[in-house]
Antibody
Framework: QVQLVQSGAEVKKPGASVKVSCKASGYTFSGYYIHWVRQAPGQGLEWLGW????????NYAQNFQDRVIMTGDTSIRTAYMELGSLRSADTAFYYC??????????????WGQGTLVTVSS | QSVLTQPPSVSAAPGQKVTISCSETSSNIGDIYVSWYQHLPGTAPKLLIYDNDKRPSGIPDRFSGSKSGTSPTLAITGLQTGDEADYYC?????????????FGGGTKVTVL
């Protein structure tokens, strides 16, 4: 069965960087884009961007373009999201999600369990 | 740019029905296809509906999607306490290049 398993919780100081991993199993990793989504306390879901694991091509949300890097390693079926210049507003659960195209539209059919990133001095 | 607007909250008694609208505000109104997600904060969101009205396998038929006029809508019938969660619509916005994914602001469902 399809599974996305994320790395554990992180605590970082303002100005630092964090790198979250997302290990895929149960499907052809290189065949599906991986998206990253976050939810800050009391806020809604916010899209950060996607990576095509087969090519390494990425597309970042405008709000994060200058400080997010998404990568993938097909040999170990793992996607990564690195966010730099952290501030307290980046405290959130970060999720990876698999993009599936139905033939009509895209959707996120499987999600990781979430990684809590806390930014605090 | 596409913006998806949802009501902040809806509520109903157990066994009743709630509907959640997802109003889209761009020139591509006629072409919109949304997916719907159920989310309990701190847990993995779950895909409920895709292509406006299709259910993935394993999703109960109490959850249904439709598109009335220009607004996609999620309906939950036979409301259960386990349905208390946040619900989000989402779509791929191609009005900009490259495209971007957008979520609605989310709707909290409360079972009275």
């Amino acid at each position: 069965q399809v599974q996305l398993v994320q790395s554990g919780a992180e605590v970082k100081k303002p100005g630092a960087s964090v790198k979250v991993s997302c290990k895929a199993s149960g499907y052809t990793f290189s065949g599906y884009y991986i998206h990253w989504v976050r939810q800050a306390p009391g806020q809604g879901l916010e899209w950060l961007g996607w990576i095509d694991p087969s090519s390494g091509v990425t597309n970042y949300a405008q709000n994060f373009q200058d400080r997010v890097i998404m990568t993938g390693d097909t040999s170990i079926r793992t996607a990564y999201m690195e966010l730099g210049s952290l501030r307290s507003a980046d405290t959130a659960f970060y999720y990876c999600a698999r993009d599936w195209y139905s033939g009509t539209s895209d959707m996120f059919d499987f999600w990781g369990q979430g990684t809590l990133v806390t930014v605090s001095s | 740019q596409s913006v998806l607007t949802q009501p902040p909250s809806v509520s109903a008694a157990p066994g009743q029905k709630v509907t959640i609208s997802c109003s889209e505000t761009s020139s591509n109104i006629g072409d919109i296809y949304v997916s719907w997600y159920q989310h309990l904060p701190g847990t993995a969101p779950k895909l409920l509906i895709y292509d406006n009205d299709k259910r993935p396998s394993g999703i109960p038929d109490r959850f249904s999607g439709s598109k009335s006029g220009t607004s996609p809508t999620l309906a939950i019938t036979g409301l259960q306490t386990g349905d208390e969660a946040d619900y989000y619509c989402g779509t791929w916005d191609t009005s900009l290049s490259p495209g971007r994914w957008v979520f609605g602001g989310g709707t909290k469902v409360t079972v009275l």
